[in-house]
Structure formats: structure tokens, C-alpha cells
């Protein structure tokens, strides 16, 4: 997950702040607390940011074929498009590294049919899940920067910044409110 000294130095200034304040408040024991600090500096474990998203909603990185799947198998070569996905309380966002701005109907878009499936399901009268919004954001994917562009994404919304903007789409620059 850590590309550069600065993210993984990043995420253990964070989890130490954290511990002092989950100690001094009674709700951990320095000893919990050393242990996820530790995770911290081998690397970014699945405990330790899980607790991020569960505070923050569910996020999801999705990952489909551009173009015909089989036919490109049988060429040895199939192209990927990585994207991310957050839901919470009817609220889901798109991190689309090809995100063109200007498109404004969510049905219009290309190169997300794991979103839009995602989407009908969750319009659907059976699901337990309302949605309310849908927010699109990310571009300037030339092509070939998806997945690298994804990860940095999720990086910086989620050990950087620990989730906190995660939700505030409407104060986002670049960020769209999709008609569904």
C-alpha cells in the first residue's frame, strides 16, 4: 500500500494521536493501542483501517473489462478500469479516474457498469438500502493511470485524511450531483 515514506509516516502520526486520545479518555490500553501503532509501521493491515470505514461507511474498490472481456482474453490481453465506490446513510459516490466533468445523468456514463448494477440494486424495492444521491468525481485518467490513480485516492481519503471528508461531495471541487 505504501508507495512513499511520507504516507506510511503520515498514518503512524495519526494512529499515535489517536492512541493518546482513546487512553486518556479510558476507551483503550497503551498496550492495544502499541499494537495497532505497530501494524501501522509494518504497513496498512486490513485491522488497521477497518475501523476507518466502518466509522465512515462502506467502501469499495471495483474493477471491470473495457470492452468485449472474452474476445480480449483470446488476445492475451484484457484492459481494466479501477474505480472507487462510497456508501453511506443513501449516499453513494464514484471516484472514477475517467470521469469526464460536464456529465450530469448518472445513466450516461461509460465505463461503470459495476456502479450502475450497484445502483439498480440499490433502487430496488427488495433492498434494505435507500438511495438518495449519487456524486461522480476523479478524471484526468489517460488511459493507462487507473488503478494507480484509485489507490492514491482511497490513500489519501482514507489514511491521510482518516475518512473526514469523506461524505462533504458538495463541497468537493470537481465533484457532480448525478440525476437518476
Known sequence: MFRSA???????????????ITISSGKSTQRKNDMQIQCCMEGLTIGGFLH??????I???FMN??????????????SWHTYAVYYKDGILAVYDPS????????????GIP?????????????????????WLGGG??????????????IEYEVVVKRGVDLGNWDKRVGWIKQHF
Open 114 to 134: 459495476l456502479a450502475k448494477e450497484l445502483v439498480k440494486i440499490l433502487r430496488s424495492k427488495g433492498s434494505n438500502h435507500k438511495l438518495r444521491e449519487i
Open 140 to 153: 484526468g485518467n489517460n488511459g493507462l493511470r487507473c488503478q494507480e490513480m484509485t489507490r492514491k485516492w
Open 65 to 78: 473489462p473495457l470492452g468485449n472481456a472474452i474476445k480480449q482474453q483470446s488476445e492475451e490481453r484484457v
Open 99 to 110: 470521469f469526464i466533468a460536464g456529465i450530469k445523468r448518472f445513466d450516461s456514463c461509460s
Open 52 to 57: 476507518l470505514i466502518r466509522r465512515s461507511g
Open 6 to 20: 511520507i504516507s506510511k509516516k503520515l498514518l503512524v502520526q495519526a494512529a499515535k494521536k489517536d492512541a493518546s
Open 59 to 61: 467502501l469499495a474498490v
